[in-house]
């Protein structure tokens, strides 16, 4: 095949709730500014994916339930072998590939390496998204366990642009230590950016960073994979909540909860609304009322307690 006709891909990688979905929202924007046709591969730690409404009018695949590792990775390929399947019906002139926020991009390098992909498809660059504003305390041992810091630290080694989001959040003062300790991690060649809401210019998004031919060939036996210790727990059933209740109520939930997302009903309101729930603040936003869901609640955490999350939902359904 023509080198000039693969498909571009970007993969996005960071952490839970460190921004990926926002960057991709802004690459977005540019590819319809410039009439481009996208696919976007949303890769969920749940069985349920519970931000589609996001990416309407996009082309998206959907894999759930684990991280693009190990079995996932087979997923992976079958969905690759739909893209290449369904091109000449829907062509897409770019390719997303977002991550659960627990996984290793070299996960997905590999496959994007490998044959029959490597001839339709080129990896353009990993994109990893990091929360400025929780970045030492993800990388403390005081306050993280080894799991999430070697996790964030791999994001970071095999990043080919490093996009520093929620600098809104912390003083310039916290947000140069955490430049500093981030570059004792990724080489000094590495780009890294910071921003607000993913807000990074299109010709740093998209410029091509990873050049095939500089790669080492990385193996899955090399140890990059894990089982993660990381779950997501879903809670369905939900009444109808104020928002200040439910706000509280996510607040006071154990501190091995890192990311919450879903769907609520709000009272007054008819129409449902999505939250988020990241860096310990939520965000609520209404759907279209044409949006058809019953309200769900996904937290994400480290070895969460299914008991005691549970007694924690009873709380919230009986206040
Ligand atoms: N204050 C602030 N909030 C942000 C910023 N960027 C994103 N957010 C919010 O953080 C929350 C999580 O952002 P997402 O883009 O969904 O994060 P993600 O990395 O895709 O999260 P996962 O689904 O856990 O992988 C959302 O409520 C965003 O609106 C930022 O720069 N500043």
């Not at 829907?90 to 070299?106: K, Q, R, S």
Request: hydrophobic share 40%; proline share 3%; with cysteine.
């Amino acid at each position: 095949m023509d080198n000039s006709k693969k498909i571009p891909v970007y993969v996005l990688s960071g952490f839970l709730g460190s921004g990926k979905t926002t960057v991709l929202l802004t690459m977005l924007a540019h590819c319809k500014q410039l009439g481009m046709q996208p696919g976007i591969i949303l890769n969920e730690i749940g069985k349920e994916n519970v931000e589609g409404h996001l990416f309407k009018e996009d082309k998206v695949f959907e894999l759930l339930d684990g991280c693009i590792c190990c079995t996932i990775q087979d997923d992976l390929k079958e969905t690759m072998n739909e893209i290449i399947g369904e091109m000449e019906k829907y062509p897409l002139d770019v390719l997303f590939i977002e991550g659960t926020g627990v996984a290793n991009p070299l996960e997905v390098q590999e496959v994007l390496l490998s044959r029959p992909y490597i001839n339709q498809f080129e990896l353009m660059s990993i994109i990893t998204v990091v929360d400025a504003s929780h970045y030492l305390e993800y990388q403390s041992v005081f306050t993280s366990s080894a799991e999430v810091r070697k996790l964030i630290t791999e994001q970071l080694v095999c990043s080919s642009l490093i996009v520093l989001n929620k600098t809104d959040l912390i003083a310039s003062e916290q947000l140069e230590k955490v430049k500093q300790k981030i570059r004792n991690i990724a080489t000094k060649e590495k780009k890294m950016v910071d921003c607000v809401y993913g807000q990074v210019n299109a010709v740093t998004l998209y410029e091509k960073r990873i050049h095939s031919a500089f790669l080492t060939k990385y193996s899955a036996d090399n140890g990059h994979h894990h089982h993660s210790t990381i779950q997501a727990i879903k809670l369905a059933d939900l009444p109808v909540f104020t928002k200040k209740n439910f706000e509280k109520w996510l607040k006071q939930l154990p501190a091995d909860v890192l990311r919450g997302k879903g769907f609520v009903a709000i009272e007054g309101s008819q129409r449902l609304y999505s939250f988020q729930y990241a860096s310990k603040k939520v965000a609520f936003s209404p759907v279209p009322a044409s949006f058809d869901r019953e309200p769900v609640v996904i937290l994400i955490g480290i070895g969460l307690n299914q008991q005691q999350i549970s007694d924690y939902y009873k709380q919230l359904v009986d206040q």
